[in-house]
């Protein structure tokens, strides 16, 4: 029970990394509102969670992420209802893998949007209920390709990218409100993200990653159990590959 107490917000909580770090959270005590982008997803996954647990205090919402209006009221409502907002997931993210020459400059700043603006909302409205409360903690869903790059899509690795620099750059600024600030940089994750690519390329990357697997949600979960918890007490500004190290 590492989250006994404690009140949580995920987003993009309904379906592979996101759904797994809500679940891994509810097992562990914590009382967890979960965001989608639409109101049908939302209620299948509170539904699936009631299902599984019946006495899980789990809520959600469907707020426009790149609307901070939006964002800002959802959490206050979040807080309202659970009494605190104690952790924050930022976890929801698309990709592409279009080449440069095909990219067309809307799904560029689609992907800026949700990958870098979202989060970056989604962290001052939370910091603004954390530093009065005496503080929190903010997570991140980066990427191993924030650290090599990749050779098409250039928007999402230059999103994650950001992320980590929102990541050791609000760690900094925020650590004397004792909110920490920290990212998973997840490798070949088995989710829907991972299932919209080619088959051969999926093969093709478990091959080469030395733990000779893909990861699982509940890999990175982990990590966001960890980083959430007391445990990581004096861990703020890190980003923790979750990749097998494996190497694109
Ligand atoms: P997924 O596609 O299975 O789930 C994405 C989640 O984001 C869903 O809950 C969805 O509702 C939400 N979402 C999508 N568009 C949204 C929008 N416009 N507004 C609000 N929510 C929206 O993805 P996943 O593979 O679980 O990835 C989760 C995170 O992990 C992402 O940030 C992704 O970049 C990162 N990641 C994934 C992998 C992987 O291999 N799966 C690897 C590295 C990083």
């Known amino acids: 029970m590492l989250l006994k107490d404690k009140t949580a917000v995920v987003t993009g909580g309904t379906r592979g990394i996101g759904l797994a770090v809500v679940k891994t959270y509810l097992e562990n005590g914590a009382k967890v509102a979960l965001l989608g982008s639409r109101e ?4 299948k996954a509170l539904d699936e969670l009631k299902k599984e647990n019946a006495a899980w205090e789990v809520i959600g919402y469907w707020p426009v992420l790149s609307d901070y209006g939006a964002v800002k009221q959802t959490f206050e409502e ?4 659970f009494g605190s907002l104690d952790i924050l997931v930022n976890n929801a993210g698309i990709s592409a893998r279009e080449s440069i020459y095909e990219y067309d400059p809307d799904n560029f700043r689609k992907i800026m949007d949700l990958n870098v603006t979202a989060v ?9 209920i954390m530093k009065p409360q005496g503080g929190g903690v903010i997570l991140n869903t980066s990427s191993m390709v924030s650290l ?11 999103s994650k990218f950001a992320v980590n620099g929102l990541t050791k750059s609000l760690a900094r600024e925020l650590g004397r409100d004792h909110i920490r600030v920290n990212a998973v940089a997840p490798g070949v994750i088995r989710t829907d993200m ?15 990653i030395p733990l000779g697997r893909v990861g699982e949600p509940q890999d ?8 959430a918890s007391d445990l990581a007490g004096y861990v703020t500004g890190a980003v923790l590959s979750v990749d097998g190290a494996t190497m694109t």
């Open 40 to 43: 049908e997803t939302v209620k």
């Open 220 to 227: 990175v979960a982990n990590a966001f159990l960890f980083l």
């Open 78 to 81: 979040i807080r309202d209802h």
């Open 148 to 158: 090599y790059g990749q050779p098409a899509g250039v928007g999402y690795p230059a």
């Open 194 to 208: 991972v299932a919209a690519l080619p088959k051969e390329m999926v093969d093709r990357l478990a091959a080469s």
């Open 120 to 128: 970056f909302q989604c962290s001052k409205a939370a910091a603004e």
